[in-house]
């Protein structure tokens, strides 16, 4: 309850987040058919990137703001295009003043038949989450605790979506819930998109995590890891990863050719790397990205 995403928004670990979770969305619409996207762990929706709280660490800076800096090729500018343009939605005076958070760029990107589920526990950030929202239809916030909804949520009437589950690991244990939540979420709806996202810090934990995802009896999984400098031995946060469960069959390729230009724009030193690797379901070899 002490986590506040204010201190983070925008920062590298956003940004491929939130580019693969528009790549997602923008998957499901390409049926007609309506779809619902649950967010577990909402925030605000918006924040304020001239806040006391931003300014303090900066870590904007090294985020979207050099991806807005940058200049990127052809076919990863129209691959960004979608969460390029929630970005600037949020700042419809231009610059970047606010950077919208996962809901906000949902809700950016859902068509009129599409609904959104967000979830927040803290009383304030949920009080705010609910106001921007007020009237919206398309919009259900509720505040409980996210982790619940991967049970008593599931699956949505619509039997389409994604469930995006985004937890602020400040208690212990955070990744064996991760995998836990994920079995009982998926028992439930096998046929969903789950993304399930981690900081890449304590790599000992991580090995834990990704063994215990292999082990978990579920059919396709698919890990992508995204560190922009050197390993620290302190844990640092270095990066993060996002874990994408029955990932759309062209989800694989737009990451690959979307990596290789965020690490190019997000790189603070020359050993930052990714990777894509299939955890369960698939015969690929890992792809990974050496520095």
């Known amino acids: 309850m002490n986590y506040r995403h204010i201190y983070h928004a925008g920062n590298f670990a956003d940004v491929v987040k939130h580019v693969a979770l528009s790549r997602l969305v923008e998957y499901l619409k390409l049926k ?40 990127l ?27 919208p958070g996962s809901p906000l760029i949902v809700r950016h990107l859902l068509r009129q038949r599409d609904r959104l589920t967000a979830i927040e526990l803290h009383p304030q950030d949920f009080l705010r989450l609910k106001a921007r929202f007020a009237g919206d239809f398309q919009v259900r916030v509720i505040d409980i605790d996210g982790w619940l909804a991967l049970g008593a949520h599931l699956p949505p009437k619509e039997k389409r979506g994604l469930v995006l589950v985004d937890p602020p690991f400040e208690q212990a244990g955070e990744f ?46 698919l890990d992508i890891a995204f560190e922009v400098r050197q390993p620290s031995s302190d844990e640092r946060f270095d990066g993060s990863g996002l874990v994408v469960v029955n990932p759309p069959f062209v989800f694989e390729g737009e990451m690959r050719a979307l990596l290789p230009e965020l690490k190019r724009a997000l790189a603070q030193d020359r050993t930052a790397r990714w990777s ?16």
């Open 276 to 291: 894509l690797e299939w955890l369960a379901g698939e015969d690929a070899p890992l792809d990974r990205d050496h520095a």
């Open 176 to 221: 064996e819930r991760l995998v836990e939540g994920l079995q009982r979420a998926h028992r439930r709806w096998p046929g969903g998109i789950f993304a399930l996202w981690y900081p890449i810090k304590d790599r000992a934990a991580v090995a834990r995590f990704r063994d215990g995802l292999r082990a978990a009896g579920i059919p396709k999984i």
């Open 73 to 99: 090729p052809a076919a990863a500018q129209s691959l960004l295009q979608p969460y390029l343009d929630a970005v600037g939605s949020a700042n419809p005076q231009g610059g970047l003043e606010r950077y």
């Open 32 to 71: 007609d058919k309506a779809f619902r996207v649950i967010d577990t762990h909402a925030g605000l929706g918006l924040y304020d990137l001239s806040s006391p709280e931003a300014q303090k660490t900066g870590e904007w800076r090294d985020g979207i703001g050099r991806l807005l800096a940058g200049k």
